[in-house]
């Protein structure tokens, strides 16, 4: 046993140096699975073929879809210059001075919208380039705040978000996105405020050192950022219209904001009005699965949602159509290499549960406490952590531990709806160490390195969300 938990760790140090520095997930989680099945003395084929692939392939009829409509929607944002009209027009609402205000709403709102967060950053990183630098607001701070929009309170706290996170939640537990509402709020108001305070504080320590804008941009950095900042642009702007006016950014963000709506509205709809009006019986059957409403709804309702947005696209510039049409297939590449990936991880977590010596780990997490929240909490922080990835770290812990989740809520008499919730918000607190592939990303695109900017990510994405995480998990312990 005690070779094989070296194998285990040995394993993820392995997966965790790859996606550091930048190899794909796709490979690197089944060669990481096998270092630890070699170790385990576990069978090596039948390890991949058996375990590692049908939990792939599990994963991927079920969120593909979710990842397709998202990455398309995002996509399609882009091209018709509706997420920079919004990002402009908030920008413009809140003024220069509240530059980092304004990063960190408009990615929210977009991250809420449903679009995903590789879209938001390119979108979000050429306006804040241009408020940050004439507000005077040192350039380092930039990825923190546009990191706490995208990767905390609006993708797993704030109910009826559309992102994975949610949706993977809302699947194994049989709730909705929108699942405990009030206390999905509180911890998003905790987080935001927490996120916000520090950054603005920073704002001031930095600025009084002396530093500005450029401070920490050294020449290769800079020069990825002028080239992205030009890139932007120079981009797909179908509707000719520069922004210049306040009459014109009000009109634009308005309509701009339409889509976003679009999805929360039809979201809304699914999860609530929809089961009460139709009859889903039918589900029951065998070639649908034997499951039932509850159970579906929640991928349902989001996927709706998405569809519902990219079509309202297409309506609102009918003369673009040939454009966005071009848009789809642009969309679905750029969701392969995110499902992909994440597929990859869920089944190396697979693989990983497999192993006899998972059962002693899985003890030693009940043996936490007898509270599945606290357990929750404790094993979806740790492995979002372990992988880099919140819904990696996700769906291995609920692949792994979901059903005895379930069961011991059920029996304390604890809502599914609360587990949900403390267990999307773990998800995304450890998840954001410096390995994080879409940490890496972000300041690549911001043109700045982990010396520069990750002591402010870290604590808008790690601390301060697990201060948001302790809030609502508090509040739950004391609501059952």
């Known amino acids: 046993m005690t070779l094989a938990f070296l194998g285990i760790i040995i394993s993820l140090a392995l997966l965790i140096t790859l996606a550091y520095r930048g190899h794909s997930v796709i490979y690197a989680g089944p060669i990481s699975a096998m270092v630890a099945v070699i170790f385990a003395g576990a069978p090596l084929l039948a390890s991949y073929t058996q375990i590692f692939m049908p939990a792939f392939g599990r994963f991927m009829i079920v969120f593909f879809p979710l990842f397709l409509t998202g990455a398309i929607f995002g996509r399609l944002m882009t091209l018709s210059g509706y997420a920079d009209d919004l990002a402009r027009w908030i920008?413009?609402?809140?003024?220069?001075?509240r530059a980092i205000l304004a990063t960190v709403v408009a990615t929210a709102l977009l991250t809420y919208g449903g679009v995903s967060a590789w879209v938001i950053a390119f979108t979000i990183y050429p306006i804040s380039v241009a408020l940050f630098k004439e507000a005077g607001i040192p350039k380092r701070l930039m990825?923190?705040?546009i990191a706490l929009g995208i990767f905390t309170f609006a993708t797993a706290a704030l109910p009826g978000s559309p992102q994975i996170h949610n949706a993977i939640a809302a699947r194994y537990f049989s709730t909705t996105t929108f699942a405990a509402p009030v206390l999905g709020i509180i911890g998003a108001i905790v987080t935001f405020s927490l996120g916000y305070a520090w950054l603005v504080w920073r704002q001031k320590q930095l600025i009084a050192r002396g530093e500005v804008f450029e401070t920490t941009l050294d020449p290769v950095g800079r020069q990825k950022a002028e080239a992205l900042l030009e890139a932007s642009e120079q981009g797909d702007d179908l509707s000719g219209v520069r922004h210049t006016d306040s009459g014109t950014i009000l009109r634009r963000g308005f309509i701009g904001v339409l889509p976003v709506l679009t999805v929360v509205l039809v979201n809304a709809f699914m999860t609530y009005a929809v089961p009460a009006m139709v009859d889903f019986g039918y589900l029951s059957e065998a070639q649908y699965g034997a499951t039932n409403i509850n159970q579906v709804i929640g991928v349902w309702s989001v996927i709706a949602s998405l569809v519902a947005a990219i079509v309202l696209i297409f309506l609102m510039q009918t003369h673009n159509a040939r454009t966005y049409i071009e848009g789809l297939s642009e969309g679905a590449k750029n969701s392969v290499v995110p499902?992909?990936?994440?597929?990859?991880?869920?089944?190396?977590?697979?693989?990983?549960?497999?192993?006899?010596?998972?059962?002693?780990?899985k003890a030693g997490l009940f043996g936490i406490s007898q509270n599945p929240l606290i357990v929750a909490a404790v094993a979806?922080?740790?492995?979002?952590?372990?992988?880099?990835?919140?819904?990696?770290?996700l769906t291995i812990t609920l692949n792994s531990i979901g059903a005895e989740l379930t069961r011991m809520a059920v029996e304390q008499g604890i809502s599914l709806e609360i587990l949900h919730r403390v267990t999307a918000m773990a998800a995304v607190s450890f998840d954001s160490l410096p390995h994080n592939g879409a940490i890496i990303t972000l300041l690549v695109v911001c043109g700045l390195t982990h010396r520069d900017?990750?002591?402010?990510?870290g604590v808008v994405t790690v601390i301060v969300p697990l201060i948001g995480l302790l809030v609502v998990l508090g509040l739950g312990l004391l609501m059952n």
Do not use: H, M, N
Request: no cysteine; proline share 4%.
């Open 453 to 457: 900017s990750y002591k402010d990510i």
């Open 380 to 393: 979806t922080g740790g492995i979002a952590g372990l992988t880099g990835s919140a819904a990696g770290g």
């Open 91 to 97: 920008s413009s609402g809140l003024g220069v001075q």
């Open 143 to 145: 990825p923190a705040a």
């Open 339 to 361: 499902v992909f990936s994440t597929a990859s991880e869920v089944g190396y977590g697979a693989v990983i549960a497999s192993l006899p010596v998972f059962a002693l780990i």
